[in-house]
């Protein structure tokens, strides 16, 4: 602008070009104060959600934990939360294209991925409690629609709970066997052996690659098979859990509080995973994961809390050779212990006495078995679910986040 037009501006009018700077000013900077509210206010919620949510899980009565209705829970509670932190990070995308944040949701993304062969392995370890499920269900059969019970029927629910028995011993290597049979949501290595698969399994299959970390996961693909021989729940927790810290003072204020939520985010994931194992035979199963969680978070005494019960429930006496934690297969041991405590008591024809102990173990036999028809189905569906909405939500949020879907 000529120095003339200066001269012939009035006063008032330079003081209204000086207003109208200064108001420019105020206003980036309560645009900016916004966001600095908006998002402390997202993280506060989110932790608070955190919070009430395993406030309510950890509130469940001694024999209740590790139920499958608690189980099914604390999978409602890791979508939950998971759903919620992936609207943090869509909602702060630049953030998180930013040091040291993109380094830490990456490494989350890889963190999940390696859950995926553990739900492969629930998936496995859910269907052999099917099978067990059937065997309880010839008890029912011999045992519970009979006005008097004979020899011959209680010879035949005899031989089930044997087969049981030795199911439930051999657990270990019949989950290997089992996850060749029977497939469920598929992962591949990428060797040949693995591209003759059981084509007999109709249920939807993604592809998880926790080993082959640079591939992309445009790769996720229908394959039918499950975990390897020689995989180890054990050893894919320690791998989820390894250099899981909270975030240091210096990486807050970088990344402005989001390095909160991915710590959260991690603690759950690898918790949910560990919980799994715990509850639900699988192959190598170990619970000797540690948890850097300081108690002064308000989410942590918590979740430190089920995971200190859960410990002191797997160092009880009658669980320690147990093949899993699941309320319903300590009710499955337990029927079975009666049951064939009594038949080395028994002699034909029953009397009144045996026979109404024979009813009383069938009684619980039913509820038990009534537990597993109402709760293994949809305790798979949400395994699915998770397998799932970790593949969906690692391509989206990368994708959308502009950076490439496989690690670097």
């Known amino acids: 602008m000529p120095a003339t037009d200066y001269q012939s501006s009035s006063p008032s009018s330079l003081a209204h070009f000086g207003r109208s ?30 919070t009430d949510r395993f406030l309510e899980l950890s509130s469940v009565v001694h024999d209740d934990l590790l139920s499958l209705s608690w189980v099914g829970k604390l999978l409602d509670c890791f979508l939950c939360c998971q759903e919620e932190f992936r609207a943090i990070l869509h909602n702060h ?39 067990w499920q059937k065997l309880l269900e010839i008890v029912l059969y011999a045992l519970g629609h009979q006005r008097s019970i004979g020899e011959g029927q209680f010879r035949r629910a005899k031989k089930a709970l044997i ?46 690659h926790s080993t082959y970390h640079h591939r992309s996961l445009g790769h996720f693909r229908s394959l039918s098979w499950s975990v390897s021989r020689t995989w180890s729940a ?19 204020v970088a990344s402005s509080g989001l390095a909160m939520p991915v710590f959260i985010m991690n603690s759950i994931l690898l918790f949910v995973m560990w919980a799994l194992v715990a509850a639900i035979p699988c192959q190598d199963r170990g619970l000797n994961v540690h948890f850097t969680i300081p108690r002064n978070f308000s989410w942590a005494a918590a979740l430190l809390s089920l995971h200190e019960r859960i410990m002191e429930e797997s160092k009880k006496r009658e669980r320690k050779n147990s093949c899993a934690l699941l309320k319903e297969i300590h009710l499955i041991e337990k029927c079975a212990r009666e049951m064939n405590d ?28 009534d537990a597993l028809k109402n709760g293994l189905d949809p305790l ?13 939500s690692r391509t989206e949020d990368l994708d959308s986040l502009g950076r490439p879907s496989y690690a670097e």
């Open 21 to 50: 700077i200064l108001s420019l000013g105020r206003e980036q900077v309560h645009s900016i104060t916004m966001e600095g509210s908006s998002l402390e206010a997202e993280l506060e919620s989110f932790q608070q959600h955190v």
């Open 93 to 131: 995308r630049a953030q998180v294209l930013r040091p040291p944040l993109d380094r830490m949701v990456s490494d989350y993304f890889e963190r999940s991925v390696k859950a995926l062969d553990l739900c492969n392995a629930i998936r496995d370890g859910i269907e052999q409690i099917r099978q």
């Open 163 to 208: 087969d049981l028995a030795i199911g439930m011993l051999d657990d270990k290597d019949s989950n290997a066997s089992l996850a060749h049979r029977n497939r469920s949501f598929g992962r591949s290595t990428g060797s040949k052996d693995h591209h003759n698969h059981n084509h007999n399994h109709n249920h939807s299959h993604s592809h998880s």
């Open 234 to 252: 054990a050893r894919q927790l320690q791998a989820i859990g390894n250099n899981i810290n909270p975030p240091r003072g210096n990486d807050l």
């Open 342 to 369: 009594l038949a080395e008591s028994v002699h034909f024809p029953l009397t009144e006495e045996k026979e109404h102990e024979v009813r009383q173990i069938v009684q619980q036999v039913s509820q038990v078995c």
């Open 380 to 392: 798979e569906r949400q395994v699915r679910e998770i397998f799932h909405r970790i593949v969906r």
